[in-house]
């Protein structure tokens, strides 16, 4: 087996945050933590997104954090956003059957971006995994971390 049809068999995990500061709506980024298969690689990537919300952020992040999987791989995304992961494991369906419409009958607030974070997830088997944020979870604090440089920096990282 080559190595990266074995990366693809086997489970990567997604640690993402976002972060909007020191106003919501104000300055935003996302900041991600991706662990390989072998349980030991492990990248930081962080981005600066321009003027956005808390939401927007945590959506951005989800989708940098699964664009840095392989396509087909089996990949647990772990986020403290309940937002971006109800979004992708309850809501999609019934927006999808209501033509993106949400509960009350209006558009999904930031459908673009739920539309290209679904598409990430399609291309991938995705499970979702929540974790209080700031409670010690080392990765998710290193997540929101990465988030809070790319606000400070206005930057975003290499790769």
């Given at each position: 087996?080559?190595?990266?049809?074995?990366?693809?068999a086997s489970k990567w995990v997604a640690y993402t945050d976002g972060?909007?500061?020191?106003?919501?709506?104000?300055?935003?980024?996302?900041?991600?933590?991706?662990?390989?298969?072998?349980?030991?690689?492990?990248?930081?990537?962080?981005?600066?997104?321009?003027?956005?919300?808390?939401?927007?952020?945590?959506?951005?992040?989800?989708?940098?954090?699964?664009?840095?999987?392989?396509?087909?791989?089996?990949?647990?995304?772990?986020?403290?956003?309940?937002?971006?992961?109800?979004?992708?494991?309850?809501?999609?369906?019934?927006?999808?059957?209501?033509?993106?419409?949400?509960?009350?009958?209006?558009?999904?607030?930031?459908?673009?971006?739920?539309?290209?974070?679904?598409?990430?997830?399609?291309?991938?088997?995705?499970?979702?995994?929540?974790?209080?944020?700031?409670t010690g979870d080392r990765c998710n604090e290193k997540a929101d971390a990465l988030a809070n440089k790319a606000?400070?920096?206005?930057?975003?990282?290499?790769?």
């Open positions: 087996m080559s190595a990266e049809a074995a990366a693809v972060a909007c500061a020191p106003t919501n709506p104000g300055p935003a980024g996302w900041g991600a933590v991706v662990i390989a298969p072998d349980g030991k690689t492990e990248t930081d990537h962080f981005g600066f997104i321009g003027l956005g919300t808390n939401q927007i952020a945590e959506l951005t992040a989800a989708i940098e954090g699964l664009q840095r999987v392989p396509r087909g791989a089996s990949v647990e995304l772990v986020s403290d956003s309940q937002y971006v992961l109800k979004g992708i494991s309850e809501w999609r369906a019934g927006w999808e059957r209501k033509g993106f419409r949400n509960s009350k009958g209006e558009p999904v607030a930031n459908l673009a971006l739920w539309k290209q974070l679904f598409a990430e997830a399609d291309a991938r088997r995705v499970t979702v995994r929540w974790v209080r944020g700031h606000l400070a920096l206005k930057t975003r990282s290499a790769s």
